[in-house]
């Protein structure tokens, strides 16, 4: 089946610096993915997401990278703010087959 | 305002009696689907379904089933609930496959 994983478990970051959170998937067919932000409490919330035919993003205060070459996906955050804390998922989907698969999350924590 | 929305938030409940956890979305999404989060598993996705009456597996379909009569709603069912069961449920939907998909604020569901 799919396989999306995390690089670390947890990431503590000061504010006001950049955080980077990444993220490994195992199909190389794989052509749409989506960085989602999930606070205690609630559901995940959409932060930015790109396709595979793209190699970067970039929204408000955040960039995402696409290197399909080790299929590796990264979540840029800049000037980290105290809000920012939450856990962050990657999600993906194939080529083929209609099914979402997320990564297990980083928890982000901003030290004030 | 576009939402999903879940009912009930909270549940305990005993093994064996039959439970519906309802689902809703107000933005005629024709994607839906149920996930279940558990600690260090991240989100798996239990049932979707691609439009009415249109609903598959997804990769943990034991021991639910869903229903999609209307488009915007999307029901899961747990005829007989057993404790590995217990977990937080989230219902999704979106466009479709290629569109990121928005989470109800979930239902934290205990069987004992």
């Known amino acids: 089946g799919e396989s999306v994983g995390l690089h670390l478990p947890t990431l503590s970051v000061q504010e006001g610096d950049n955080s980077i959170i990444n993220c490994a998937y195992s199909?190389?067919?794989?052509?749409?993915f989506i960085w989602y932000k999930q606070e205690s409490g609630k559901g995940p919330q959409f932060i930015i997401d790109i396709r595979s035919n793209m190699d970067k993003r970039q929204g408000q205060r955040v960039t995402v990278l696409l290197n399909k070459t080790v299929k590796h996906l990264s979540l840029q955050i800049a000037a980290t703010q105290p809000g920012d804390s939450a856990v962050y998922f990657c999600?993906?989907?194939?080529?083929?087959?209609?099914?979402?698969?997320f990564g297990t999350g980083t928890s982000l924590t901003v030290i004030p | 305002e576009a939402q999903v929305t879940q009912n009930p938030r909270y549940l305990i409940t005993v093994t064996g009696k039959k439970l519906t956890v309802t689902c809703s979305q107000n933005m005629n999404h024709e994607y839906m689907s149920w996930y279940r989060q558990d600690p260090g598993l991240g989100l798996r996705q239990i049932y979707y379904s691609m439009n009415v009456e249109v609903t598959d597996k997804g990769d943990v379909p034991e021991g639910y089933k869903v229903s999609r009569k209307e488009k915007r709603n999307f029901p899961l069912i747990l005829e007989s609930p057993s404790p590995n069961q217990t977990s937080l449920y989230f219902c999704?939907?979106?466009?479709?496959?290629?569109?990121?998909?928005?989470f109800g604020d979930g239902t934290r569901l205990s069987i004992l």
């Open positions: 199909n190389s067919a794989s052509d749409y």
């Open positions: 999704a939907s979106s466009e479709d496959i290629s569109q990121p998909q928005h």
């Open positions: 999600a993906e989907t194939p080529g083929t087959g209609n099914q979402f698969y």
